[in-house]
T-cell receptor, first 114, second 112 residues
Framework: EAQVTQNPRYLITVTGKKLTVTCSQN?????MSWYRQDPGLGLRQIYY???????DKGDVPEGYKVSRKEKRNFPLILESPSPNQTSLYFC?????????????FGNGTRLTVT | GQQVMQIPQYQHVQEGEDFTTYCNSS?????IQWYKQRPGGHPVFLIQ?????EVKKQKRLTFQFGEAKKNSSLHITATQTTDVGTYFC????????????FGAGTQVVVTP
């Protein structure tokens, strides 16, 4: 089954403790991206990747890092999480046309930073 | 930079009625996509519009892309309880194949 898999689904952590949210897709998609969803703000793009080793900032990249060493994986790294990064995070992927192709979303990761 | 605004934020609809949600961008878009997110779920792709003035229909849903490619609308006729959820528009930047900006969404509540 074609899918985007995020782990974990829920994560509670403390300020400053490094964490990684994993994202994997099995559709051989070139494009992958991360979004955070907050009430009243919709989804805001954090980072995106057009292909392996090619990443770029979205609208809200501060406090986040990403890497794209393999085509299928696009982890989101929070080196020193803060409470304002408490949010619902979505990973998405699409084909060669990047944001001009339909996005396939993972099920989301709800992160709480205390 | 590009800003995508969506109105209304909330829409309470009686079952059987029609409603429209609007999406406006401060800059010209390369394309616009619409997504639906059910409560507790993830966004699911509905449709993409690319051409100026384009109109597409999916059963009771009608999508339009403005002539200037800066605005779009989603019109739902004869609303059903299955239409409950949040509808997002998302616009692609003309100068980047990777940048994508979502509107804040219209949360739709349907009363029987």
């Amino acid at each position: 089954e074609a899918q985007v898999t995020q782990n974990p689904r829920y994560l509670i952590t403390v300020t400053g403790k490094k964490l990684t949210v994993t994202c994997s897709q099995n559709m051989n998609h070139e494009y992958m991206s991360w979004y955070r969803q907050d009430p009243g703000l919709g989804l805001r793009q954090i980072y995106y990747s057009m292909n392996v080793e090619v990443t770029d900032k979205g609208d809200v990249p501060e406090g986040y890092k990403v890497s794209r060493k393999e085509k299928r994986n696009f982890p989101l790294i929070l080196e020193s999480p803060s409470p304002n990064q408490t949010s619902l995070y979505f990973c998405a992927s699409s084909g060669v046309s990047g944001a001009r192709s339909p996005l396939h979303f993972g099920n989301g990761t709800r992160l709480t930073v205390t | 930079g590009q800003q995508v605004m969506q109105i209304p934020q909330y829409q309470h609809v009686q079952e059987g009625e029609d409603f429209t949600t609007y999406c406006n961008s401060s800059t010209t878009l390369s394309n616009i996509q619409w997504y639906k997110q059910r409560p507790g779920g993830h966004p699911v792709f509905l449709i993409q519009l690319v051409k100026s003035g384009e109109v597409k229909k999916q059963k009771r849903l009608t999508f339009q892309f403005g002539e200037a490619k800066k605005n779009s609308s989603l019109h739902i006729t004869a609303t059903q309880t299955t239409d409950v959820g949040t509808y997002f528009c998302a616009g692609g930047a003309t100068d980047s194949w990777g940048k994508f900006q979502f509107g804040a969404g219209t949360q739709v509540v349907v009363t029987p």
